[in-house]
Every structure is written in C-alpha cells, then in structure tokens.
C-alpha cells in the first residue's frame, strides 16, 4: 500500500515537470489580407490543421498574427507561409523564434543602409482604404534599396519616404507601389493587381 | 303706423342681415382654422433614425444579435460565447464553450447559432445545445436564418447559400465570384416572407433571391461599400452595416437609399430592429447603439439623412 502511494505520489510529481518542459517557438507573420472579424477568425481556423498550436493572436488592423507551436515538431517558416496561402490570405514578413532563441526570417533581411547615408524626406499620393493597405503600401515602399523607412495615412493618402538619393527615387518607390497594386500619383496599377486585393482594399480607382 | 311699422321691418331686416354676415363670418373663420389645421397636418415635422443611446457592453465583441423574450443575445466572436443582456444592457448570463458564433438567429425562443470555428450549426433552447443536422458540409457558417419551417445558411468559404424551406431538405446556390447571383464571401442572410436576402460581404452589396434560389436583384452595389457584414430586413426597409466605412446604411426594398446612419458607429458587424428602435452593434470598442424613428433635427447634423420616408 504504502508502495503504491509513493508511485502515485512520484507520478503526480513528475508529470508536471515533464509537461513544464514541454517547449514551443513562436512564430510571427505580417498577413496581407485580413479586414474584419470574418478574416481574422478564418486564417485562426485553418492553422487549426496545425494540431498543438497554442496562444493564436491575430490583431485585425494591422494583420500580426503569431502563435506558439511545439518545438519537437520543427515547423517551418515555409509551412507557415503555404498555410497562410492556403486560407486565401497573403503572407508578407515572418519571423520565427526558436525556444533556444535563434531567429529565422521568412524573407533575407534588406541590406542595410550605411549609417552615414544622407537621407531625402519626399510624399506623394498613393490611394488605398484601410490599414491592410498601408501595410503593403509601406513595405512595397520600404522593400527598395535606398529607402530608410516609409509611412502612409490611410486618411490623407500621402505616402511619406526618406531615402538616400545616391540610390534610389520617388518614381522608382511609386513604380514599386503601383506593381503592389495601389494607385500613386503618376502610376496607375494594373487591372489584374487591382482584382487580386482583397475585398476592403478594393479603393476607387485614380483617374488620370 | 304703416311708417312705423316700415321702420320696424327695416330695423328687423337690419338686424337679420347683421346676423348673417356674423354668421358668415364666423363660418369663414371656422373654415380657415379647419383649413390650416389640414395644413399644418400634412407638414408634420420629418423623421428619421436617429441615436437615442448608447451602451457599452464591457468585454463582448459582438458579432451577431438575436431577440427571445429573455432579452438581447449578443454573439462574442472573440470570446466564444453567446451573452445575454436585458434593455440597458446589464449581462444577465452567458452560453460558454462555443467557436467563434456569428451572425446567429432566434425562432420560438430557440437560438441557433452558426459556428464559424467547427463548421456546425447549435440549435440552443433551455434543455441545452445540439448540433443542426446537415447531409452537405459546411466550411465557416458566418450567418444563419430561420423563417417558420424555413432556413438559410451563408456558407463563408464555399461562397454560396444554403436553404430549405421545408426544415430538412436543403437547396444550395450562389458560387465565388462577382456576377449577379455570385457571391465573395458571404456573411448574413435573411428570410423574409417571398425572399431570401444576402450580405454579399467582398462584393460589397446586397443581393436578393426568391425561395428557388432565383437572382431577383443587387441592392447598394453603387455606394463604395467596404464589407458589407450584417444585414437586417424589416417590413419597409433593409438596413445594412458597412464596416470599414463605419456606418449603415438604409434602402426601401427597391434599393433607394434612403439614409445613411454614422453617429456613434465604428466598425459595425450587426443591426435589429425590435419594438421599433433600431440596435446596432460596434465590432472593436464593445459598444451597443440604440437609434429612434425621431424628428430630424435642424442643422448640420441633417447630413446622414437623404430622404424622409414613412416608416411603421
């Protein structure tokens, strides 16, 4: 009896460690594409296929969405990004890391601009709707060689770029943001980039 | 005498006639009241829905609503839960364990609630919950709604509808797309006497059906609306929620705009009408707003109204 008490006793004790050592990473997406509660909860259920994922979060205005999932299972980046796809959504920027705390990123990281870099402040027209929006608008902007940072005003719709002029210009970053499919002052999207936005993103159209 | 007399007749005449023009008189005055009182009947003082209240429902996301005669049930998609709350919006008790209710409906003091978490339907009454029995498979029920024996589903990612009339065999229509009787994200639908009628969410309009599943016609397509979420019919109106326009806007059932409501509102998700007052639900800052058929108030704030209308 007093045998089996201990056992009990030992188990009860050990469990819990061995679930306490149970360790996740945790994964950090920039999704394209969620306007409203139906998106959020959409992109929420299909991760649900991912059996084990714990801490979903999703913040509606701006598209972060992380969650934690178990480190024996090794999950990609890649895994992550189709899945995102796979609930008809567009995965911008990712970032996982792991619990011995590496870090990987979905995408190379931009070269960095040399410190000494004498930077130009320029705005420009870009139309949009919502903070989905501003979020492709600023990375079309900021994915350029030569642009520092990027800002845009869903209310204003003026996109305001610092950049090194040595590099790069404000025609090349409102190319870059037409071919993401905003309309900007001298470039107009295409048809076909348009169609693609989803539905919120579905601004009025520039008239040239 | 006969002089006399005369003078008699003729003070009498004058007297007749006095009270004859008195007489006239006071029927042209009596006329005239008449008259204006007509007029001033038929220029009664516009109206329009206007907001009378608004009530924070602290920590409920609200979704979808729905009435029984317990009260307000709140949908809270965020906190995966039904919420109960009485006229001023004190929570009176909660249906826990749910994922992520939507747009829900309620029939003979039965809720169903379509749960956009795990593809199933809840029929909840006070004996508890059971799952809606379905042939076809659902994938994100975002809406639902029951009409006597009739039902109708808005089936989110499969971009269709499903209905019965009869409570079991179902018919479904609509596919992804933007043409009329398509769909692009579905989220609410109502079933009103002669049609069913659709938030056609990503098209950014509304469509209308007959009971065969018929395209009858496209409401709102020509107001920028960005998602149109939430939708309710009422005998002479159909009121729609534009979420990230913040504002709902309302058509007669000919789809003539007839006002646009944007006080107090932002990021609505849902709208009732019960009792004659109007509640529309703020998605992100948990906040219920109630608006009255009122006088249309002088001045700027005027705006949001396009047309007066009569309204039962």
Known sequence: MKKAMLLIITILLVVPTLQAQKTYDHFEVQVDGLGCPFCAYGLEKKFKEFKGIKKVAIDIETGDFSFNYPTEKALTLEAVKQQVVKAGYTPNEGKVTRYDGTVELLEPIKEAMATDAKLTVASTFVAGNCGMCEARIVKAATDIVGVANASWNKDTKILEVNYNKKTTNMDVVEKAVAKAGHDTKHHKASDGTYNELPGCCAYERVDY | ?312
Not at chain 2, 237 to 266: A, P, W
């Open chain 2, 1 to 312: 005498m006969a002089l006399i007399m005369n003078y008699q007749d003729v003070a009498l005449m004058s007297v007749l006639t006095i009270k004859r023009r008195k007489m006239k008189q006071i029927f042209l005055i009596l006329i005239s009241t008449i008259l204006l009182l007509a007029g001033c009947a038929k220029k009664e003082a516009p109206k329009s829905w206007q907001l009378a209240k608004t009530i924070q429902i602290k920590g409920v996301n609200t979704i979808g609503m729905a009435i029984t005669t317990e009260g307000l049930w709140l949908s809270d998609g965020d906190h995966n839960r039904l919420v109960l709350i009485d006229r001023d919006g004190k929570q009176q008790r909660t249906v826990d364990s749910l994922e992520r209710p939507m747009h829900i409906a309620s029939e003979n003091d039965i809720l169903y609630v379509p749960q956009y978490g795990n593809d199933e339907i809840s029929v909840v009454d006070v004996n508890g919950s059971q799952v809606l029995p379905l042939k076809d498979s659902l994938d994100a029920p975002a809406g639902i709604s029951v009409y006597q024996k009739e039902k109708a589903i808005a089936d989110f990612y499969n971009h269709r509808i499903l209905y019965t009339k009869d409570g079991t065999n179902y018919i479904s229509f609509g596919k992804e797309g933007k043409a009329e009787g398509d769909f692009y994200y579905p989220t609410d639908v109502q079933i009103t006497a002669n049609e069913i009628w659709v938030a056609d969410a990503y098209n950014n309009r509304i469509q209308v059906f007959d009971k065969n599943g018929m395209f009858l016609k496209i409401i709102g397509a020509d107001q920028k609306m960005n998602a149109a979420t939430g939708l309710f019919v009422s005998d002479n109106e159909v009121f729609i929620t534009d979420y990230e326009n913040d504002r709902v806007l309302v058509f007669d059932h000919e789809g003539v705009l007839k006002q646009k409501l944007s006080e107090g509102i932002e990021k609505p998700t849902e709208i009732i009408q019960d009792n004659g007052l109007l509640y529309i639900s703020n998605f992100r800052n948990s906040e219920l707003n109630i608006f009255a058929w009122e006088v249309t108030p002088e001045g700027p704030e005027t705006h949001d109204h396009d047309h007066d209308h009569d309204h039962n």
